[in-house]
């Protein structure tokens, strides 16, 4: 079966980091891109960071820039974002998902149940 | 930035056809993606490139894009397609999702 599971969120005072992992099964993860996408409560998707097949390319939203590093590990089946410099703003449902190719170019065809991080003091 | 805009509601009546655009600048140059997303339940996507449905999503859902406008087709519409629905399209490395559509079935 085909599934993401993510995991590491929870409650974190501002200003501290958090690293989040997910864990893919079921398809050959080194073939594909994987991204992570955030909700905050009650509000529409935003796109946080993604990443290629091999590491070649990697993409952030301006809002993330500077704090947030995307990284993958092929051999584990594994996708993390280690974020920094932690706001309130940064409080969402974390989303990790594979995009239906290897590289920058089209849609995220699995999502996992998301994690959530809660930036408060 | 590259922004893509929705109208915050659809409201359509079972059986009927409900129509969801999406408009950004010269949206039609590049492909749009859309997904589902049910309260409580990760998205889903049900158009790909366009036009495209991934294997298990109804006939009833199609999409085009063109020009300045991708638009997402229910047609027949039933009371499990209430959802939000959101286009996202790609700006050079980035992905851009669409403001949101919360489509009612009244």
């Known amino acids: 079966e085909v599934q993401l599971v993510e995991s590491g969120g929870g409650l974190v005072q501002p200003g501290r980091s958090l690293r989040l992992s997910c864990a893919a099964a079921?398809?050959?993860?080194?073939?594909?891109?994987m991204h992570w996408v955030r909700q905050a409560p009650g509000q529409g998707l935003e796109w946080v960071s993604g990443?290629?097949?091999?590491?070649?390319?990697?993409g952030y939203a301006d809002s993330v820039k500077g704090r947030f590093t995307i990284s993958r590990d092929n051999a584990k089946n594994s996708l993390y974002l280690q974020m920094n410099s932690l706001r309130a703003e940064d409080t969402a449902l974390y989303y990790c998902?594979?995009?239906?190719?290897?590289?920058?170019?089209?849609?995220?065809?699995?999502w996992g149940q998301g994690t959530t991080v809660t930036v408060s003091s | 930035s590259y922004d893509l805009t929705q109208p915050p509601s659809v409201s359509v009546s079972p059986g009927q056809t409900a129509s969801i655009t999406c408009s950004g600048d010269?949206?039609?140059?590049?492909?749009a993606f859309w997904y589902q997303q049910k309260p409580g339940q990760s998205p889903v996507l049900v158009i790909y490139?366009?036009?495209k449905r991934p294997s298990g999503i109804p006939e009833r859902f199609s999409g085009s894009n063109s020009g300045n406008t991708a638009t997402l087709t229910i047609s027949g519409t039933q009371a499990m397609d209430e959802a939000d629905y959101y286009c996202q399209a790609w700006d050079s490395s980035t992905v851009v999702f669409g403001t949101g559509t919360k489509v009612t079935v009244l």
């Open positions: 010269k949206l039609g140059d590049k492909y």
């Open positions: 079921g398809f050959t993860f080194d073939d594909y891109a």
């Open positions: 998902a594979k995009e239906d190719s290897g590289s920058f170019r089209d849609g995220m065809d699995v």
């Open positions: 490139q366009d036009s």
């Open positions: 990443i290629t097949w091999n590491s070649d390319r990697i």
